[in-house]
């Protein structure tokens, strides 16, 4: 046995019944992994989509170093970075807030983007005792599950993709009245817009996936608006039913992974007068295909 490999850390991974989702325990992400356990981790993510590390307090610097691991930073438009790492996002939101919860709509990570980020990460400093879920949506399976008559009409066609209903000087946050501690940039730059193939083939599965969703998506190209709405109002509730969900439990000190390329996630409120505080990274991807 090599060196390197007996120095590797042996890995659990615990999926879900699904298989949507799974759960890694039996290593130390605050420091570097060895090559062949950061495999594993990335084969884990690859198969899974969601994979989550229980038990995991990490500093600032952990975090950016363990992101790293996994790949180049993503660009974060629109919301203001902590001063002093800005690559990382604090998702706060004090006992006292009123505004709504930070993430509560369906979407997949800035797929606005020419190159929409690969993966975000997420790690939990303070749950509250009740509410805070993620939900994640499961679209490479919701893809297997249309017929083959809906995935030709599907094939070749593209969606187009906005910030402009969150982020546009119209948006849903330009109207907040209620105070909110994360500080959110609205921006004309946001009603630019992107198309990317609606159906979505994944670079390391080589599976397909549907890669729309109702926050980010704003059409499909050649199509009247009503022709758009009539597809993509279907595809929201065919890929958001109960057996392609996964509804995640946060602990504090729980580092969450999930795969932008295949899936969307919603965050559930149900908190209210408490506090919540997570941190959070993109790792850079590539252009839809």
């Given amino acids: 046995m090599s060196q390197a490999r007996a120095q590797a850390t042996p890995i659990h991974v615990r999926p879900n019944e699904s298989g949507f989702g799974a759960e890694i325990t039996g290593l130390d992400i605050s420091k570097p992994l060895p090559p062949e356990t950061l495999a594993e981790v990335k084969q884990a993510w690859a198969r899974h989509a969601v994979i989550w590390f ?15 691991q996994i790949g180049p930073f993503g660009h974060d438009p629109f919301i203001a970075p902590m001063e002093d790492h800005p690559h990382i ?26 190159e929409p980020p690969a993966a975000t ?23 297997d599950a249309l ?62 996936a549907l890669f729309v969703s109702p926050v980010y998506t704003v059409g499909i190209e050649g199509m009247t ?10 595809l929201y509730t065919h890929m958001t039913q109960d057996q392609f ?14 795969d932008n390329r295949c899936t969307l996630h919603f965050a559930d409120g149900g908190y209210d007068g408490h506090l919540r505080v997570m941190h959070r990274t993109t790792v850079a991807g ?4």
């Fill in 121 to 143: 990460l997420l790690h939990s400093k303070v749950i509250p005792p009740v509410g805070g879920d993620t939900l994640y949506a499961d679209c490479t399976r919701a893809y």
């Fill in 286 to 289: 590539d252009v839809p295909h």
């Fill in 54 to 68: 229980p038990g995991q307090p990490l500093t600032h610097d952990q975090l950016e170093a363990f992101t790293l």
């Fill in 225 to 234: 608006h009503a022709e758009s709405a009539a597809i993509l109002g279907f």
């Fill in 147 to 208: 017929s083959d008559e809906m995935k030709k009409v599907l094939s070749g066609l593209t969606a187009v993709h906005s910030a402009a209903l969150p982020y546009g000087p119209n948006g849903v946050f330009a109207q907040e009245t209620e105070k909110r501690t994360m500080k959110i940039l609205v921006s004309k730059d946001a009603e630019k817009t992107w198309p990317h193939p609606l159906v979505r083939t994944h670079p390391v599965t080589g599976r397909k």
């Fill in 245 to 258: 969900v996964y509804r995640h439990k946060w602990r504090e000190n729980m580092l969450t992974m999930w």
């Fill in 89 to 114: 996002l604090e998702l706060r939101r004090e006992p006292d807030e009123k505004a709504r919860n930070f993430g509560a709509g369906w979407h997949s990570d800035w797929s606005f983007q020419e």
